[in-house]
């Protein structure tokens, strides 16, 4: 069992949990994610890492409440448990001394890329950052990313706070200006990452993104996790979760991450019904 020691919600639908795991919080690196199961009846879902404290033995994560696994996660309060917690996993973001990156976080996407631009800064690289979402009352971590940023851009699909558009539109804006970058890291919705690809293809730029498929066991045994990079397949848990983003299949992963649509759906509703009932079960 894993404590939870703090929870705060950070945007409607967007929370932090902090958990006491200090054998994770001991290996953790940028880049990687844990496998977390909320109860004996609960799916395995897969989270990025956000931040970690090996001192405190605490890992961060953040999340946003979309399926019944989420939502159960929301519903448990500091001093409640989660019952298993498997990580880290994956492989570590390839973090070099690169020259100037931009760091592109798109909705929640901007947590999982929150732990990779700190450590870009701390490899002595120049981070411009670019976090949107579809609205201001929806952006996370702006004043972390701030802090850890040479430049800090931020953009709404609505245009109710900074640029009015994508962050792929921003990133696009700022090359025509003049920026160069010498990498680009991007992290949010598939359709994000992929319209990010479109945009470096053009000009060259080595581009690194997350991908984010249905995981199960995060070990490369069930293949629920399988993407196409470069024609050849890949498991995300154990070869990713990432990639170059030129190489990556995003028609095919946006296909396989919507596989069990219709099921998610039925279990939420069935789920909503009970939590209305009384039953969380
Ligand atoms: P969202 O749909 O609100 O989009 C967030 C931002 O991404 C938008 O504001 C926009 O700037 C950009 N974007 C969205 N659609 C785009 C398009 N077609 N072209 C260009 N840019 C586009 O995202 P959300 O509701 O916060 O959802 C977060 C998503 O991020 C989920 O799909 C989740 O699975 C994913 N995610 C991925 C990772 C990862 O490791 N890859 C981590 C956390 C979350
Ligand atoms: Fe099973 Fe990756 S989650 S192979």
């Keep these: 069992m894993f404590k939870i020691v703090e929870k705060k919600e950070l945007a409607p639908k967007i929370k932090l949990v902090r958990i006491l795991a200090p054998e994770i919080a001991k290996k953790a690196r940028p880049g990687q994610f844990v496998i977390l199961r909320v109860d004996e009846r609960g799916e395995r879902f897969p989270l990025t890492l956000v931040d970690w404290s090996p001192h405190e033995g605490t890992i961060c994560l953040i999340f946003q409440e979309i399926g019944v696994s989420t939502i159960k996660l929301g519903l448990l309060n500091v001093g409640d448990s989660v019952l298993d917690l498997v990580g880290p996993l994956g492989r570590p973001s390839e973090i070099d001394r690169y020259g100037t990156v931009a760091v592109i ?64 539109d921003v990133l696009n804006m700022l090359i025509e200006k003049g920026y160069s970058f010498d990498a680009v890291w991007a992290v949010g919705p598939a359709v994000m990452m992929r319209a990010v690809a479109r945009v470096t293809k053009s000009y060259n730029i080595k581009t690194i993104v997350s991908l984010n498929p249905i995981m199960i066991d995060g070990t490369g045994m069930c293949g629920t996790c399988r993407v196409t990079v470069g024609g050849e397949t890949k498991f995300v848990c154990v070869d990713g979760p990432e990639f170059d983003a030129h190489q990556v299949d995003f028609d095919e992963l946006i296909k396989r991450q919507r596989m069990y649509l219709e099921e998610e759906k039925k279990a939420l509703e069935k789920f909503e019904k009970q939590l209305s009932g009384g039953n969380s079960n």
């Design 105 to 168: 976080g798109g909705g929640v996407g901007t947590a999982s890329v929150y732990p990779i631009a700190k450590a870009l800064k701390e490899a002595g690289n120049r981070v411009i950052s670019i976090i949107g979402a579809r609205s201001a009352n929806l952006l996370i971590l702006e004043d972390e990313m701030r802090q850890i940023s040479d430049e800090l851009f931020i953009s709404t699909d609505d245009g109710t706070k900074g640029y009015k558009g994508f962050v792929s």
